[in-house]
Protein backbone atom coordinates (compact mmCIF):
# COMPACT_ATOMS: atom_id res chain seq x y z
CA UNK A 1 0.00 0.00 0.00
CA UNK A 2 2.77 2.24 0.51
CA UNK A 3 4.65 2.07 -1.86
CA UNK A 4 1.83 1.99 -4.37
CA UNK A 5 1.02 5.98 -2.91
CA UNK A 6 4.20 6.84 -3.40
CA UNK A 7 4.26 5.52 -7.04
CA UNK A 8 1.02 7.68 -7.23
CA UNK A 9 2.68 10.39 -6.16
CA UNK A 10 5.72 10.36 -8.46
CA UNK A 11 2.97 10.13 -11.87
CA UNK A 12 0.76 12.77 -10.29
CA UNK A 13 3.50 15.26 -9.81
CA UNK A 14 4.40 14.31 -13.43
CA UNK A 15 1.03 14.95 -14.84
CA UNK A 16 0.63 18.03 -12.79
CA UNK A 17 -2.53 16.69 -11.10
CA UNK A 18 -1.63 19.40 -8.10
CA UNK A 19 -4.91 18.51 -6.03
CA UNK A 20 -4.38 14.56 -6.46
CA UNK A 21 -0.30 15.16 -5.09
CA UNK A 22 -1.77 17.49 -2.46
CA UNK A 23 -4.45 14.44 -1.47
CA UNK A 24 -1.67 11.87 -1.27
CA UNK A 25 0.37 13.96 0.63
CA UNK A 26 -2.11 14.66 3.16
CA UNK A 27 -2.37 10.56 3.43
CA UNK A 28 1.31 10.06 3.36
CA UNK A 29 1.54 12.89 6.87
CA UNK A 30 -0.86 10.97 8.25
CA UNK A 31 0.52 7.73 8.12
CA UNK A 32 3.92 8.91 9.25
CA UNK A 33 2.10 10.54 12.16
CA UNK A 34 0.31 7.43 13.00
CA UNK A 35 3.61 5.44 12.90
CA UNK A 36 4.98 8.18 15.36
CA UNK A 37 2.01 8.16 17.81
CA UNK A 38 1.94 3.97 17.37
CA UNK A 39 5.59 3.78 17.69
CA UNK A 40 6.27 1.08 15.02
CA UNK A 41 5.68 0.58 11.24
CA UNK A 42 1.90 0.44 10.31
CA UNK A 43 0.88 -2.48 7.98
CA UNK A 44 -1.86 -2.57 5.46
CA UNK A 45 -4.69 -2.61 7.81
CA UNK A 46 -3.30 0.24 9.53
CA UNK A 47 -2.89 2.17 6.34
CA UNK A 48 -6.50 1.18 5.84
CA UNK A 49 -7.72 2.75 9.08
CA UNK A 50 -5.79 5.57 8.83
CA UNK A 51 -7.20 6.57 5.55
CA UNK A 52 -10.94 5.70 6.71
CA UNK A 53 -10.30 7.76 9.46
CA UNK A 54 -9.18 10.64 6.71
CA UNK A 55 -12.75 10.18 5.49
CA UNK A 56 -14.93 10.20 8.02
CA UNK A 57 -13.34 13.77 9.15
CA UNK A 58 -13.70 14.68 5.80
CA UNK A 59 -17.64 13.83 5.86
CA UNK A 60 -18.17 15.66 9.09
CA UNK A 61 -16.51 19.10 7.34
CA UNK A 62 -18.52 18.60 4.37
CA UNK A 63 -21.47 18.56 6.86
CA UNK A 64 -20.07 21.58 8.39
CA UNK A 65 -19.41 23.24 5.71
CA UNK A 66 -22.85 22.61 4.03
CA UNK A 67 -24.37 23.81 7.06
CA UNK A 68 -22.53 26.88 6.89
CA UNK A 69 -23.49 27.82 3.39
CA UNK A 70 -19.55 26.59 2.09
CA UNK A 71 -20.70 24.68 -0.80
CA UNK A 72 -17.12 25.62 -2.68
CA UNK A 73 -15.29 23.92 0.64
CA UNK A 74 -17.75 20.78 0.67
CA UNK A 75 -16.63 20.26 -3.09
CA UNK A 76 -13.22 20.55 -1.93
CA UNK A 77 -13.83 18.26 0.65
CA UNK A 78 -15.90 15.79 -1.61
CA UNK A 79 -12.66 15.46 -4.25
CA UNK A 80 -10.53 14.49 -1.46
CA UNK A 81 -12.92 11.96 -0.53
CA UNK A 82 -13.28 10.52 -4.17
CA UNK A 83 -9.12 10.11 -4.27
CA UNK A 84 -8.96 8.35 -0.29
CA UNK A 85 -11.48 5.81 -1.67
CA UNK A 86 -9.57 5.04 -4.31
CA UNK A 87 -6.88 3.85 -1.70
CA UNK A 88 -10.08 1.80 0.26
CA UNK A 89 -11.63 -1.58 -0.48
CA UNK A 90 -14.91 -1.40 -1.66
CA UNK A 91 -17.32 -0.60 0.81
CA UNK A 92 -20.18 -3.13 2.31
CA UNK A 93 -23.69 -1.80 2.10
CA UNK A 94 -26.05 -1.50 5.32
CA UNK A 95 -27.61 -5.56 4.37
CA UNK A 96 -23.77 -7.35 3.70
CA UNK A 97 -22.36 -5.33 7.16
CA UNK A 98 -25.64 -6.67 9.34
CA UNK A 99 -25.14 -10.32 7.81
CA UNK A 100 -21.14 -10.14 8.92
CA UNK A 101 -21.83 -9.12 12.20
CA UNK A 102 -24.43 -11.77 12.58
CA UNK A 103 -22.79 -14.66 11.26
CA UNK A 104 -19.31 -13.32 13.20
CA UNK A 105 -21.10 -13.22 16.52
CA UNK A 106 -22.84 -16.63 15.90
CA UNK A 107 -19.08 -17.84 15.13
CA UNK A 108 -18.08 -16.21 18.31
CA UNK A 109 -20.47 -17.74 20.35
CA UNK A 110 -20.71 -14.61 21.56
CA UNK A 111 -23.95 -14.21 24.10
CA UNK A 112 -23.71 -11.01 25.90
CA UNK A 113 -23.10 -7.25 26.06
CA UNK A 114 -19.36 -8.52 27.56
CA UNK A 115 -18.70 -10.28 24.30
CA UNK A 116 -19.10 -6.51 22.44
CA UNK A 117 -15.28 -6.23 22.44
CA UNK A 118 -14.12 -9.35 21.40
CA UNK A 119 -16.72 -8.89 18.37
CA UNK A 120 -15.88 -5.66 17.77
CA UNK A 121 -12.29 -6.72 17.35
CA UNK A 122 -12.61 -9.69 14.92
CA UNK A 123 -14.89 -7.72 13.19
CA UNK A 124 -11.88 -4.90 13.10
CA UNK A 125 -9.34 -7.13 11.94
CA UNK A 126 -11.31 -8.91 9.47
CA UNK A 127 -13.36 -6.31 7.57
CA UNK A 128 -10.64 -3.05 7.85
CA UNK A 129 -11.51 -0.22 5.61
CA UNK A 130 -14.82 -2.12 4.39
CA UNK A 131 -17.85 -1.17 6.92
CA UNK A 132 -18.76 1.69 9.07
CA UNK A 133 -17.48 0.44 12.84
CA UNK A 134 -19.42 3.30 14.16
CA UNK A 135 -22.78 1.50 12.62
CA UNK A 136 -21.86 -1.44 12.99
CA UNK A 137 -20.81 -0.82 17.12
CA UNK A 138 -24.68 0.06 16.80
CA UNK A 139 -25.61 -3.74 15.84
CA UNK A 140 -23.64 -5.50 17.98
CA UNK A 141 -25.21 -3.57 21.07
CA UNK A 142 -28.60 -4.64 19.68
CA UNK A 143 -27.78 -7.98 18.71
CA UNK A 144 -26.00 -8.93 22.22
CA UNK A 145 -28.93 -7.50 24.35
Not at 7 to 32: E, F, T
Not at 55 to 82: C, F, H, M, N, W
Not at 120 to 131: C, D, W, Y
Amino acid sequence: MRSRISNDIKAAMKSGDKARVGVLRLINAAVQSAEIEAKKELDDAGILAVMTKMVKQRRDSIDQYTKGGRPDLAAVEQAEIAIIEAYLPKQMDEAASKAAVAGLIKELGAAGPKDMGKVMGALKERFAGQMDFGKASGWVKEALK
